[in-house]
T-cell receptor
């Protein structure tokens, strides 16, 4: 596709459920980033992949959060045993080369945990 | 948590006016970026700055990378209604991990 796509666009989960959020980066982009954006705030870095290698996961808030990019293309962010504080928009971005200066963002997945 | 202090938090201006917003930090960064985000969309890159002191323009937008590497500003000249949105600064020390400001919400009255 022409841009970064994310699915689903909206997800409602009951507290304690596991969720999986998908990101399709721009074809050929080496770097992929996940961000969490709370209401009224700027995006907060979660993790960074260069191809299939997860080079930085320092922003993941707890061990309930797990991200993978097994073939260096599509990525999945998984949240286990969701909590209400996990409610946010999860943004994915990709960039052509290693390093993320020209990051192209997807529209995000809005997660609501009841 | 957030390391960038972005101000103002919101602005209400008349169409045609110029706008200025800025970001400051106590940390030194090697890259400063400015993004615009519309409701329900991801941020869109407006300007990227890579060198201390650099002044870069993109149409009616001008941004500068502060000489101390701890701040940046964004100016919008002759604002128009489609400038409405939330503007974010972002900065990185290593090109991989980017910190974002909390945003400046711009409202433009026709």
């Amino acid at each position: 596709g022409a841009g970064v796509s994310q699915s689903p666009r909206y997800k409602v989960a009951k507290r304690g459920q596991d969720v999986a959020l998908r990101c399709d980066p721009i074809s050929g982009h080496v770097s992929l980033f996940w961000y969490q954006q709370a209401l009224g705030q700027g995006p907060e870095f979660l993790t960074y992949f260069q191809n299939e290698a997860q080079l930085d996961k320092s922003g993941l808030p707890s061990d309930r959060f797990f991200a993978e990019r097994p073939e260096g293309s599509v990525s999945t962010l998984k949240i286990q045993r969701t909590q209400q504080e996990d409610s946010a928009v999860y943004l994915c971005a990709s960039s052509r080369s290693g390093g993320g200066s020209e990051q192209f963002f997807g529209p995000g997945t809005r997660l609501t945990v009841l | 948590g957030q390391q960038l202090n972005q101000s103002p938090q919101s602005m209400f201006i008349q169409e045609g006016e110029d706008v200025s917003m800025n970001c400051t930090s106590s940390s030194i960064f090697n890259t400063w970026l400015w993004y615009k985000q519309d409701p329900g969309e991801g941020p869109v890159l407006l300007i990227a700055l890579y060198k201390a002191g650099e002044l870069t323009s993109n149409g009616r937008l001008t941004a500068q990378f502060g000489i101390t590497r701890k701040d940046s500003f964004l100016n919008i000249s002759a604002s128009i209604p489609s400038d409405v949105g939330i503007y974010f600064c972002a900065a990185s020390g290593n090109f991989n991990k980017f910190y974002f400001g909390s945003g400046t919400k711009l409202n433009v009255k026709p």
